[in-house]
């Protein structure tokens, strides 16, 4: 019905309104980013998947290509959960250290990034998985995710 719920069932007022969670998806952040902000993305891995998605960018712009705060990319074939930058069309240094793989084909996953004053958090499951400080110093510019690869959304907020 396209109204995020609360615990309770009820429907809440939320920062960000997402009509239908259809992959690839791009929804906008209301506000951008900001210390203490955090997007929780839900959902269920494909049963034979090869990758997935999760980008916060400033804007939705494809040409120039948005900015890219932090892009999240879950790779099935070498079990690995990358992470990067774009910034004025340079890719950072991609970092790919994680102490376990959290993602199983065809089982739900939770992924929340918090945003903090020096970087964002990255927790799976409820299990902190790994820092990402900031490479684009304005936060509130940071107003568009972008999901896409072999999943199913379920939820976001």
């Excluded at 955090?38 to 948005?66: Q, R, Y």
Aim: with cysteine; glycine share 8%; charged share 20%.
């Amino acid at each position: 019905d396209g109204h995020l719920n609360n615990s309770l069932g009820s429907p809440v007022q939320a920062d960000v309104y997402f009509p239908r969670l259809i992959v690839p998806f791009c929804g906008h952040i209301k506000g951008g980013m900001r210390p203490g902000k955090k997007i929780l993305v839900m959902g269920i891995v494909d049963l034979n998947p090869e990758s997935f998605g999760i980008s916060l960018t400033c804007g939705e712009s494809e040409d120039p290509p948005a900015d890219v705060a932090i892009e999240l990319k879950a790779v099935f074939t070498d079990r690995q959960f990358v992470r990067n930058s774009c910034i004025a069309g340079e890719w950072g240094e991609e970092q790919s250290s994680i102490p376990y793989f959290p993602f199983i084909p065809d089982q739900p996953f939770r992924v929340e990034i918090l945003c903090e004053h020096p970087r964002f958090r990255i927790f799976v499951d409820g299990h902190q998985l790994f820092d990402f400080y900031h490479r684009i110093e304005t936060l509130s510019a940071i107003d568009t995710i972008k999901i896409n690869g072999d999943l199913q959304l379920t939820k976001l907020g």
